[in-house]
Every structure is written in C-alpha cells, then in structure tokens.
C-alpha cells in the first residue's frame, strides 16, 4: 500500500520541475532558505553571468517559494533579505 503525505503547491512545482533552468531555480530557493530570520544574502557572479540575472532568478525562486524579498544591487554584487509581513503596494492610506 502506498503511503501518502500532503504537501504545498510550491513545493510540489520545486522538485517536479526538470531541465537546467530548474536546477537553478532550487539553487536559488537553497540559497533564499539558508538565509536566517534578521540575516541577509549576497551573491556574486560567477564567470558568464550577470548582477542583473541574479536578481531575476532570487526573485523567481521566491515567487515560487511564496516568500517576498528586498533586493539590492552594489555594482556587481547582489544583497537579500526576506521582508517580513506582506507588501502593500500603491498609494498610501490617509490618516485621519
């Protein structure tokens, strides 16, 4: 008999998908997971990419992770962090 176990969407999408853009994408959530509550991330470049491609590929693999990142850009070293609360996007409310 087979056993069952439940487990999220964004989990499930993860390790399912194949192919090398994959493979980058869990690399990056590995990299979104090890950074610790109040810590930060900085990722440099290796040979053939770009400050700006690491940005892009953070910002999927946390789309994917469902967690929202604040991502700065130093010349060609890229800083992260994980936002804490949701986003409030537009323009703010007026106060009373």
Not at 39 to 60: D, M
């Amino acid at each position: 008999m087979p056993s069952f176990e439940r487990v999220s969407i964004d989990e499930a999408r993860i390790k399912t998908a194949t192919g090398k853009r994959a493979e980058r994408l869990r690399e990056y959530t590995q990299y979104i997971q090890d950074v610790a509550p109040g810590g930060a991330g900085k990722l440099t470049p290796g040979e053939g990419e770009t400050a700006i491609a690491l940005r892009r590929r953070l910002n999927q693999a946390a789309k994917l992770a469902g967690k929202t990142l604040a991502i700065r850009r130093l010349g060609d070293e890229v800083y992260f962090w994980i936002e804490e609360g949701p986003r409030r996007r537009g323009r703010p409310r007026k106060n009373p």
